[in-house]
C-alpha cells in the first residue's frame, strides 16, 4: 500500500525568508502523480502545485517549486520569499489510478504546519 | 472552487442520532468523493463515486453510506452517529482523466 509521509509536523520560517517542507512516499508504482496542498485557517484546501511522475522537469509556480526525486521517492516544496498569507499547514498528496472504474485516489501525508514570522 | 458546495457547514448532534451531509456541485464532474480530517491523520477516504449509482468504498467507511442519484449530489450518511465520527468532512470532486481533485470548504460535525 501506499505511504505518504511528511516527518516535520510544524515549522516557522522569517518573512521574505525560503523555507523546505519535506516529503516521502512509498510505492511501487511507476505511473502517479504529486501535489502539494494548503489548508490556512479559513479551512480551504488549495491546490499549490502538481507533479507528474513521468516528468524528470520539477514543476514551479511562482514562489512554489518542487524537488522532485523520483529514485528516492521524495517530493519537496520550496516556497521563496515567504509571505504572511503562507501561514497554512500544507498537506503532501499522492495520486494513482485505482481499480478499473477510471478513479484516481489521493493518499494524503499528516501535514506541516508552516508559520511564517513578521 | 469548482463550483462545490457542502451543506451544513457547520452541525452538533447527538449519539445515536442519523446525519446527512450533502455534496453539490455545479461543474458536471464525473469522480465525487468525501474524505474526512482528524488531527494526526490528514485526509482519509471514506467513500467515492465514478457516476450516477456507482460508489465504492474507500479506506475509513465502516459507519457510513453513501448516495449519488444525480451527477451533482453526493450524499454522506452516518445512519446512527458516535462520538469517534467527530470531524471534519470534505467533499471533492475530479474530472476526467488525471485532473487534481477540487475540494469544498468542509463541513465541521460533533457528535455529543
Known amino acids: 500500500a501506499q505511504t505518504v509521509t511528511q516527518s516535520q509536523p510544524e515549522m516557522s520560517v522569517q518573512e521574505a525568508e525560503t523555507v523546505t517542507l519535506s516529503c516521502t512516499y512509498d510505492?511501487?508504482?511507476?505511473?502517479?502523480?504529486l501535489f502539494w496542498y494548503k489548508q490556512p485557517p479559513s479551512r480551504q484546501m488549495i491546490l499549490v502545485i502538481r507533479q507528474e511522475a513521468y516528468k524528470q522537469q520539477n514543476a514551479t509556480e511562482n514562489r512554489f517549486s518542487v524537488n522532485f526525486q523520483k529514485a528516492a521517492k521524495s517530493f519537496s516544496l520550496k516556497i521563496s520569499d515567504s509571505q504572511l498569507g503562507d501561514t497554512a499547514m500544507y498537506f503532501c498528496a499522492f495520486m494513482k489510478l485505482a481499480g478499473t472504474s477510471g478513479t484516481y485516489k489521493y493518499i494524503f501525508g499528516t501535514g506541516t504546519r508552516l508559520k511564517v514570522l513578521a | 472552487d469548482a463550483g462545490i458546495t457542502q451543506s451544513p457547514r457547520h452541525k452538533v448532534t447527538e449519539t445515536g442520532t442519523p446525519v446527512t451531509l450533502r455534496c453539490h456541485q455545479t461543474?458536471?464532474?464525473?469522480?465525487m468523493y468525501w474524505y474526512r480530517q482528524d488531527p494526526g491523520h490528514g485526509l482519509r477516504l471514506i467513500h467515492y463515486s465514478y457516476g450516477v449509482k456507482d460508489t465504492d468504498k474507500g479506506e475509513v467507511s465502516d459507519g457510513y453510506s453513501v448516495s449519488r442519484s444525480k451527477t451533482e449530489d453526493f450524499l454522506l450518511t452516518l445512519e446512527s452517529a458516535t462520538s469517534s465520527q467527530t470531524s471534519v468532512y470534505f467533499c471533492?470532486?475530479?474530472?476526467?482523466?488525471?485532473?487534481?481533485?477540487?475540494f469544498g470548504d468542509g463541513t465541521r460535525l460533533s457528535i455529543l
Open positions: 461543474e458536471n464532474h464525473r469522480y
Open positions: 510505492t511501487s508504482e511507476n505511473n502517479y502523480y
Open positions: 471533492a470532486t475530479q474530472g476526467v482523466g488525471n485532473q487534481p481533485q477540487h
